[in-house]
Structures are given as structure tokens and as C-alpha cells.
């Protein structure tokens, strides 16, 4: 009985909301139109509504049975994650125009890029290999902190079909978790979405801190939580327990003042508010925020 009620408590809520929403809206559409004398044009519309009913119900149902599995599901959850990443990766989107506008050549010549906690996404399928394709400075070293090992074919593949030359350490950890030997002496850190999925975002702060030579900079690009009370705000809200699901563990988050509180007067901040291009599916995710923190 307890493994039971163990099992029981494991189910995402949003799993049980939506198929309590599919149930109460058959219910619903029986007991409103259940005993009453009709005629043929009102037969048909309810016929035809019910039917409409139905097919919601459906897609309700269907949802909330694919979350259930994937929360369930670590593996399934990290390929799946990493298959869609890496395909809507592959190819070249407005983001990286912005994205791109963060790496000069004073990136320096140790560079360490952070993943996910539960997956990353912008490590993951090697998107910001494409920006450092026309920088004519040399990076000697190049490490990747990526945990989801799904994401190490696509790396690989970005990283060649890029020529680079530099070399290329893909660390399969969890950026909370990175033990850097050679802590205080690399150049830049990147992060391009990527602390949404993290567990904790103060402690993979204070790995890139720690990670930065005095004078080092943290590049970042990411989404974030909109305006309070605006529709945008309240959206995100809506749709933020499906997200962390079929998004491995991302949370809409307010970054600049996260950002801001914990690294205080030790890192310089240069950051900017944009509206990123984003699929017409994931439009919840336009607010972004991009700039540079330089460690002091």
C-alpha cells in the first residue's frame, strides 16, 4: 500500500489536471444536453459539439498520458529532448544573431561552455559552434560541460562540420557538479539557455565564477520570466509544469535579478532585455535577456 501511495504521489499534477479537464468536459457537454426534447437542427449541432467535445478530450487525455511517461521515463525524456534540440539546432535561426553578437575575438584561449543540469540546450547539439567559425582568433582549449550524453553525436558532428581546430573536452556532468582543475584561469564562460534547466542557479554561478581568471567575462543568452501581470506572464505560468517535463527540468525564471542579487559588486554586468524570434509554439519564450558579466 505505501508503494502504491508512493506511485500515486510521483504523478505530475499536470497529468491529473488535464485528464480531470478531458473528463469534466464529456461530462459536462452529457449532463447539459442529456433529456431534452430537441429538434433535428439542435440534434445536429449537439451532435456535432459532442464530437468536437470528443476530440479535445482526446488531445487532453493523450498529453497528459505522454507527460506521464516522460516523467517516468528518464531515458525516454533525455532522447527525446536531445533529438528535438539537436533538430531544431541544426539549422540557422534569427536567435543567432543575437547569440553570435556575444563571441569576439577577445574570447581568449580557454573557454569552458555550460550545459544543463538536466540536459542543456545550447551546448547539447553544438549550436554556438556556428558563431565561432569567423573568429580568426586561436582557442586553444575548449571545454563542454554537457551531462545528457545523447547530445554528444550532434556535438560532435556541429564541431566538425565547423572546422574548428581547437581541442575539445566534453565533460558529461552536471554543471552544479563540475570539479574544474584548473579553476581562475579560463577567459570566457558561455551560457545560451541553459539556466533555465539547471537545478540550482546560484551554484552554476558560482562554478563559472570560480571557473574566470580575474578580468574573464560570462557571455549569456537566455529566456526568461516576462512582465508581471502582463498576459505573456501569466501564460508562462500556465504552461510552466509542461514545460518542465517535455523541457527536462526547465524553469521560467527571473534571471536578471537572480543574476544580479547573487553575484552583486564582483562581477561587472552589461545586460540587455530583447524579444528573441522564437517558433510560433514556443512564442511563451520570447522574453530573453543577453550581455557579459566580467569578473572583477
Known amino acids: 500500500m505505501v508503494v502504491c501511495l508512493c506511485c500515486i504521489q510521483a504523478i505530475p499534477s499536470v497529468s491529473v489536471q488535464l485528464l480531470a479537464t478531458a473528463a469534466a468536459l464529456v461530462y459536462g457537454h452529457r449532463t447539459l444536453f442529456r433529456n431534452r426534447t430537441q429538434s433535428v437542427w439542435l440534434r445536429r449541432v449537439t451532435l456535432v459539439t459532442f464530437a468536437v467535445t470528443i476530440i479535445f478530450a482526446l488531445a487532453l487525455g493523450l498529453l497528459a498520458v505522454g507527460l506521464l511517461v516522460l516523467s517516468f521515463n528518464d531515458d525516454l525524456r533525455l532522447s527525446a529532448f536531445a533529438s528535438f534540440c539537436a533538430k531544431s539546432g541544426s539549422e540557422p535561426s534569427p536567435l543567432d544573431e543575437h547569440r553570435c553578437a556575444l563571441f569576439d ?3 581568449g584561449s580557454k573557454v569552458i561552455e555550460f550545459g544543463g543540469s538536466w540536459g542543456g540546450t545550447r551546448t547539447g547539439p553544438g549550436t554556438n559552434f556556428r558563431c565561432l567559425e569567423n573568429i580568426t582568433q586561436s582557442i586553444e582549449k575548449y571545454v563542454a560541460v554537457e551531462p545528457n550524453s545523447y547530445f554528444v553525436d550532434s556535438l560532435n558532428a556541429e564541431f566538425n562540420r565547423s572546422r574548428l581546430d581547437f581541442e575539445l573536452d566534453i565533460v558529461g556532468t552536471r554543471g552544479e557538479d563540475i570539479d574544474i582543475a584548473d579553476n581562475g584561469s579560463y577567459d570566457s564562460v558561455i551560457m545560451t539557455h541553459v539556466l ?4 540550482s542557479v546560484e551554484t552554476v554561478l558560482d562554478n563559472a565564477e570560480k571557473a574566470l581568471r580575474p578580468g574573464g567575462k560570462m557571455l549569456f543568452m537566455e ?3 516576462a512582465k508581471d501581470n502582463t498576459r505573456l506572464f501569466y501564460l508562462q505560468r500556465l504552461v510552466a509544469p509542461i514545460l518542465y517535463i517535455v523541457g527536462n527540468g526547465c524553469k521560467i525564471r527571473n534571471l ?3 543574476m544580479r542579487t547573487h553575484f552583486g559588486e564582483r562581477m561587472d554586468i ?3 532585455s530583447f524579444d528573441g524570434d522564437m517558433p510560433k509554439a514556443m512564442f511563451f519564450a520570447r522574453p530573453h535577456i543577453k550581455g557579459v558579466a566580467v569578473k572583477k
Open 270 to 272: 552589461d545586460l540587455t
Open 256 to 258: 536578471e535579478d537572480i
Open 223 to 225: 529566456h526568461v520570466l
Open 196 to 199: 533555465c534547466s539547471v537545478k
Open 105 to 107: 575575438s577577445s574570447l
